[in-house]
């Protein structure tokens, strides 16, 4: 798996969405709305994980249905790297891939 200390979600998908941060299992942060075509990126640093947490998304389009990533990463306070994840399709039909 990937070691990251960021993470950047990309809205492609047909509607506006709302991103949670999941690290074993827990919801860490939740993003505000925002629609296609902009993205967010969350410093983990900032949330004070635990080193070598195992950390996902879930992509919520507001209207519609709720997805997670089946592409999880590993948080590393020291990395430098981003985990970018790519949201497309409709509000029936999300789809969430790790793109890096």
Same mark, same amino acid.
């Given at each position: 798996m990937k070691h990251?200390?960021?993470?950047?979600?990309?809205?492609? +998908? +047909?509607?506006?969405?709302?991103v949670?941060?999941?690290?074993n299992g827990d919801i860490v942060y939740k993003t505000d709305k925002y629609p296609n075509p902009q993205s967010r990126i969350v410093n &983990?640093?900032? &949330?004070? &994980?635990?080193? +070598?947490?195992?950390?996902?998304?879930?992509v919520h389009a507001i209207l519609g249905k709720t997805k997670a990533s089946w592409e999880h990463v590993i948080y590393s306070r020291t990395s430098e790297d981003t985990a970018n994840y790519r949201v497309?399709?409709?509000i029936w039909s999300v789809s969430v891939r790790l793109e890096n």
């Amino acid at each position: 798996m990937k070691h990251v200390s960021r993470i950047n979600c990309l809205n492609n +998908g +047909g509607f506006i969405q709302e991103v949670k941060i999941i690290c074993n299992g827990d919801i860490v942060y939740k993003t505000d709305k925002y629609p296609n075509p902009q993205s967010r990126i969350v410093n &983990l640093n900032d &949330l004070h &994980l635990p080193e +070598g947490a195992e950390i996902w998304v879930e992509v919520h389009a507001i209207l519609g249905k709720t997805k997670a990533s089946w592409e999880h990463v590993i948080y590393s306070r020291t990395s430098e790297d981003t985990a970018n994840y790519r949201v497309t399709g409709t509000i029936w039909s999300v789809s969430v891939r790790l793109e890096n």
